[in-house]
T-cell receptor
């Protein structure tokens, strides 16, 4: 069974630009969550989607948004990028009320 | 509020046992997890325990939960150099996919 797939693996953007990251969950998993990992703040929850609906949201500004498609694939978007948005963005998928399985992440560098 | 704390660093010799500790503050946490992160990779689910259990063993891994003290530990028997990584403790509530992570413990295994 294929794991969680995130694309692209690496991304370099300039301040002020926007970026879209993609996540394909494990087959059959309908819940997709996104986390940001930085050296200073550690792992922080961004949002969770289930059946195309945002079910929970972390404490991030409105520049961070996401969506989920009918096939459970998910995207997250960050607009007006800031230097502090440089991080590893991790996507995780799960069955209902089951452990999260993470992808290898997208490393975003904002210059 | 929720908070998960871990010691930052542990160094052991190959063949020894490693014990990584974690404390959490949310007494209503239902699931507690251990994830492993190797350089450049995402999070690998190692094991998890329900809050109504005291212990769980899975091959070289033993998880102990002291719910009264809100203390969770991960014991790795016969530690190998390939076990060198960062280990994260995380908690969540039943029915939710929102994990609260500790800052991670870096385990260094020397030959």
């Amino acid at each position: 069974k294929a794991g969680v797939t995130q694309t692209p693996r690496y991304l370099i953007k300039t301040r002020g630009q926007q970026v879209t990251l993609s996540c394909s969950p494990i087959s059959g998993h309908r819940s997709v969550s996104w986390y940001q990992q930085t050296p200073g703040q550690g792992l922080q929850f961004l949002f969770e989607y289930f059946s195309e609906t945002q079910r929970n949201k972390g404490n991030f500004p409105g520049r961070f948004s996401g969506r989920q498609f009918s096939n459970s694939r998910s995207e997250m978007n960050v607009s007006t990028l800031e230097l502090g948005d440089s991080a590893l963005y991790l996507c995780a998928s799960s069955l209902e009320d089951s452990p999260l399985h993470f992808g290898n992440g997208t490393r975003l560098t904002v210059t | 509020g929720e908070d998960v704390e871990q010691s930052l660093f542990l160094s052991v010799r190959e063949g020894d046992s490693s014990v990584i500790n974690c404390t959490y503050t949310d007494s209503s946490s239902t699931y507690l997890y251990w994830y492993k992160q190797e350089p450049g990779a995402g999070l690998q689910l190692l094991t998890y325990i329900f809050s109504n259990m005291d212990m769980k063993q899975d091959q070289r891994l033993t998880v102990l939960l002291n719910k009264k003290d809100k203390h969770l530990s991960l014991r790795i028997a016969d530690t190998q150099t390939g076990d060198s990584a960062i280990y994260f403790c995380a908690e969540t509530l039943s029915g939710y996919s929102t994990l609260t992570f500790g800052k991670g413990t870096m385990l260094l295994v020397s030959p």
